[in-house]
């Protein structure tokens, strides 16, 4: 008997839901995409520019077998359900699903869910739509942008600059740490002081003379003032005030990556790589269940099912008077609200009771979205703030101090914020003090500070560029290619990334710019939404765009490669420095009659004797550029670790200790140690 067919991306997903759905369904996976544009037509675009850029697809490699087998279990089911992600990118997926299993309207249906439990599965099943083509077009007129760009402009950078490809968005994010960079290079300290007057249970600062603010900039300023103070200070006003702290929106895409970010200490891909374990399912005592909900998300709502249930759950746990109200945020023109915000399937699933089902980075991140979303749904925190204006001799100076009166959703998100009280002392107007001591401090104002990899999300997220889906893998890309490096978890760009920045600017500085990108957003959100044909907005962007390349090709220098200052061995002229695909080497100038190139000494870096032979273990890079660490006998001897040998033997079995983070840890046994 035929069975209802269901279809989504991932394989860990068609267990779960298969369990939800029970035995009239079959559960299988596309794997994620199964089709993309060709490299056909003009310059490998994909796409028939002259008819209004029809896409031609093809097979991705490795996905014949799949979309055989596909076609297979189509022919055997009696209804196909296309239950790809809940976004533009999940849309377009099934419509390519559609159209390459050979679908007719009659023939399948489109659900969406949020979460991957069984209320919600079941509950989407109810809801049954035919795919929204706009959706499809938006998402489609995104991927045929950046094959044009890309492909167009990576050609134009290899050609001209030692880079190896640029980027519709790419660029625009390289862009911003260059010139981040620059205004550092051309910022220019100014010196100042600050004088601080030391009491017996506080400390205030100098911050006005009689009204108006007071400016130190040189020590003579200071020494100045210090001379003119007398020993005692009157204390001339006292303010009180009750003020509420904010609880904190439930996470969107954005706000997650920058919060894993700074308060766990994960990159953003690796963020989003847990959490979609999170969000596919998660191996329980009795259940495999998803335990949040859908990560790419820009959307701060929450269900009216979820809060009324948190809202039980807060009352029952802390209080009622902990019960707050959810917060709308302000909604920005591109905001898609398909779906909520990132949130856990369950409040009730808490995370100390289902640690022993997760790894300790799946912890970690699951009790942040959790303790985030049952704080959003808390009470303000009260505080009281008190303000001493202290005077001597028309010198005033503040002391400031906070306590907290009210806990309100610090209850259970005080791990991840700043909430200590800063006590004063009780005083009254018209006491008099007598300092204990007073210190001058001097000051430089500082340059803005470098781009870390949650404040350059934050950017992204603020200026409109890209969408959440992509935020982790822009900022990987660029690292990868060597545009940027990263130091003290700050973005410098370097050299290449410079250069390429440059050259772009000389053709493209009205593509490659904020303000293109933002407006380009806002053209494929009115795509989705059936305000813009979709093959318009391309034929409008390339009558601009192609003209531009074709003048850039002839108008952007090539810089020559910087000469090493010695001769070739065989031919005479000159050596330089050039730039491969495994990074610079030295080569003659006279290529390619001249094919010499300089075979440079590598300097090992030895880590410690090889315990299994007379040599030592060395760092190495593997072939995909990982580093690991083994002897430099090899292949005589294999001894080989990926985390750094300690050159220690293991007290409980003699193999060799390595260190990992800030642990001692034995290749062989469970020993470790801080």
Same mark, same amino acid.
């Given at each position: 008997? +035929?069975?209802?067919l269901?279809?989504v991306e991932s394989?860990?997903?068609?267990?779960p839901?298969?369990?939800?759905?029970?035995?009239?369904?079959?559960?299988?996976?596309?794997?994620?995409?199964?089709?993309?544009?060709?490299?056909?037509?003009?310059y490998?675009?994909?796409?028939?520019?002259d008819?209004?850029?029809?896409?031609?697809?093809?097979?991705?490699?490795?996905?014949k077998?799949?979309?055989?087998?596909?076609?297979?279990?189509?022919k !055997?089911?009696?209804?196909?359900?296309?239950?790809?992600?809940?976004?533009?990118?999940? @849309?377009?997926?099934?419509?390519?699903?559609?159209?390459?299993?050979?679908? *007719?309207?009659?023939?399948?249906e489109?659900?969406?869910?949020?979460?991957i439990?069984?209320? $919600?599965?079941? @509950?989407?099943? *109810?809801?049954?739509?035919?795919?929204?083509?706009n959706?499809?077009?938006?998402?489609?007129?995104?991927?045929?942008?950046?094959?044009?760009?890309?492909?167009?402009?990576?050609?134009?950078?290899?050609?001209?600059?030692?880079?190896?490809?640029a980027?519709?968005?790419?660029s625009?994010?390289?862009?911003l740490?260059?010139?981040?960079?620059? #205004?550092?290079?051309?910022?220019?300290?100014?010196?100042?002081?600050?004088? &601080?007057?030391?009491?017996?249970?506080f400390?205030?600062?100098?911050y $006005?003379?009689?009204?108006?603010?007071?400016?130190?900039?040189?020590?003579k300023d200071?020494?100045?003032v210090? #001379?003119?103070?007398k020993?005692?200070?009157?204390?001339?006003?006292i303010?009180?005030?009750? *003020?509420?702290k904010?609880?904190?929106?439930?996470?969107?895409?954005?706000?997650?990556?920058?919060?894993?970010?700074?308060?766990?200490?994960?990159?953003?891909?690796?963020?989003?790589?847990i $959490?979609?374990?999170?969000?596919?399912?998660?191996?329980?005592?009795?259940?495999?269940?998803?335990?949040?909900?859908?990560?790419?998300?820009?959307?701060?709502?929450?269900?009216?099912?979820?809060?009324?249930?948190?809202?039980?759950?807060i009352?029952?746990?802390?209080?009622k008077?902990?019960?707050?109200?959810?917060?709308q945020?302000?909604?920005k023109?591109?905001?898609q609200?398909?779906?909520?915000a990132?949130?856990?399937t369950?409040?009730?699933?808490e995370?100390t009771? =289902?640690?022993?089902?997760?790894?300790?980075?799946e912890?970690?991140?699951?009790?942040?979205?959790?303790?985030?979303?049952?704080?959003?749904?808390?009470k303000?925190?009260?505080t009281?703030?008190?303000?001493?204006i202290?005077?001597?001799?028309?010198?005033?100076?503040k002391? &400031?101090?906070?306590?907290?009166?009210?806990?309100?959703?610090?209850?259970v998100y005080?791990?991840?914020?700043?909430?200590?009280?800063?006590?004063?002392?009780?005083v009254?107007?018209?006491?008099?003090?007598?300092?204990?001591?007073?210190?001058?401090?001097?000051?430089?104002? !500082?340059?803005?500070?470098?781009?870390?990899?949650?404040?350059?999300?934050k950017?992204?997220?603020?200026?409109g560029?890209?969408?959440p889906?992509?935020?982790?893998?822009?900022?990987?890309?660029i690292?990868?290619?060597?545009?940027?490096?990263?130091?003290?978890k700050?973005?410098?760009?370097?050299?290449?990334g410079?250069?390429?920045?440059?050259?772009l600017?000389?053709?493209?500085?009205?593509?490659?710019?904020v303000?293109?990108?933002?407006?380009?957003?806002?053209?494929?959100?009115? =795509? $989705?939404?059936?305000? #813009?044909?979709?093959?318009?907005?391309?034929?409008?962007?390339?009558?601009?765009?192609?003209?531009?390349v074709?003048?850039?090709?002839?108008?952007?220098?090539?810089?020559?490669?910087?000469e090493t200052?010695?001769?070739?061995?065989?031919?005479?002229?000159?050596?330089?420095?050039?730039?491969g695909r495994?990074?610079?080497?030295?080569?003659?100038?006279?290529?390619?009659?001249?094919?010499?190139?300089?075979?440079?000494?590598k300097e090992?870096?030895?880590?410690?004797?090889?315990?299994?032979?007379?040599g030592?273990?060395?760092?190495?890079? +593997?072939?995909?550029?990982?580093?690991?660490?083994?002897c !430099?006998?090899?292949?005589k001897?294999?001894a080989?670790?990926?985390?750094e040998?300690?050159?220690e033997?293991?007290?409980?079995?003699?193999?060799?200790?390595?260190?990992?983070?800030?642990?001692?840890?034995?290749?062989?046994?469970?020993?470790?140690r801080?």
């Open positions: 008997m +035929s069975k209802n269901v279809i394989p860990h997903k068609t267990g839901i298969s369990n939800f759905l029970g035995k009239d369904y079959k559960v299988v996976a596309s794997v994620g995409h199964i089709r993309d544009l060709s490299t056909k037509g003009k490998g675009f994909g796409v028939d520019i008819n209004h850029f029809k896409p031609d697809y093809v097979p991705i490699k490795g996905k077998k799949i979309i055989t087998d596909l076609k297979k279990e189509v !055997n089911a009696s209804k196909v359900f296309l239950a790809t992600d809940p976004d533009r990118e999940g @849309e377009a997926i099934s419509w390519h699903l559609k159209d390459t299993l050979g679908l *007719k309207d009659s023939a399948y489109r659900v969406v869910f949020n979460e439990t069984k209320n $919600a599965v079941l @509950e989407a099943f *109810k809801h049954e739509r035919k795919i929204d083509q959706l499809v077009n938006s998402q489609e007129t995104r991927r045929i942008l950046d094959r044009i760009i890309g492909f167009r402009l990576s050609k134009l950078i290899q050609r001209k600059t030692a880079g190896s490809s980027g519709r968005v790419q625009v994010v390289l862009k740490v260059v010139d981040r960079e620059r #205004e550092i290079e051309a910022f220019k300290a100014e010196e100042y002081w600050t004088i &601080t007057s030391i009491f017996k249970e400390e205030a600062d100098l $006005a003379y009689k009204k108006d603010k007071i400016e130190l900039k040189t020590e200071a020494d100045e210090i #001379e003119k103070l020993n005692t200070y009157i204390i001339e006003n303010t009180k005030k009750e *003020k509420n904010a609880s904190k929106m439930p996470f969107i895409t954005s706000t997650l990556q920058q919060e894993a970010s700074s308060k766990l200490g994960f990159s953003s891909k690796k963020t989003m790589m $959490a979609q374990k999170l969000y596919e399912g998660i191996a329980l005592d009795s259940e495999t269940v998803g335990l949040i909900s859908y990560m790419r998300t820009d959307s701060t709502r929450l269900s009216d099912e979820f809060v009324q249930s948190t809202y039980h759950y009352e029952n746990m802390y209080g008077e902990y019960v707050g109200r959810a917060k945020g302000k909604k023109d591109n905001v609200d398909a779906h909520e990132i949130r856990p369950s409040i009730l699933r995370p009771k =289902i640690k022993q089902f997760l790894t300790n980075d912890y970690k991140l699951y009790r942040l979205i959790y303790v985030r979303t049952l704080a959003s749904l808390m303000d925190a009260k009281m703030n008190t303000t001493i202290l005077d001597n001799k028309n010198y005033k100076f002391a &400031t101090g906070q306590i907290i009166t009210f806990d309100g959703y610090l209850k005080k791990d991840y914020e700043d909430s200590k009280d800063t006590l004063l002392p009780e009254k107007e018209g006491d008099i003090l007598e300092k204990i001591d007073v210190k001058k401090e001097q000051h430089f104002t !500082n340059p803005p500070a470098r781009y870390t990899e949650q404040k350059l999300i950017a992204m997220e603020e200026l560029i890209g969408r889906s992509t935020y982790a893998s822009t900022i990987d890309i690292k990868k290619r060597g545009y940027v490096h990263v130091e003290d700050k973005f410098v760009p370097t050299d290449v410079i250069e390429i920045t440059d050259k600017q000389i053709s493209f500085s009205d593509l490659i710019n303000e293109y990108t933002a407006n380009m957003e806002n053209d494929l959100d009115k =795509i $989705a939404e059936g305000k #813009e044909v979709w093959y318009e907005v391309l034929e409008d962007f390339y009558k601009k765009f192609e003209p531009s074709v003048e850039a090709f002839d108008k952007i220098e090539k810089e020559a490669p910087k200052g010695e001769l070739c061995p065989n031919c005479n002229h000159p050596l330089v420095i050039r730039n495994f990074g610079p080497f030295t080569a003659c100038s006279n290529y390619p009659e001249c094919k010499y190139i300089k075979q440079e000494k090992e870096k030895i880590i410690c004797d090889c315990p299994n032979c007379d030592k273990i060395i760092e190495k890079k +593997s072939r995909k550029g990982k580093i690991f660490y083994g !430099n006998n090899y292949p001897c294999r080989a670790y990926w985390d040998p300690t050159g033997k293991c007290p409980e079995c003699g193999e060799m200790l390595t260190k990992k983070k800030d642990k001692i840890k034995c290749t062989n046994c469970d020993y470790e801080e």
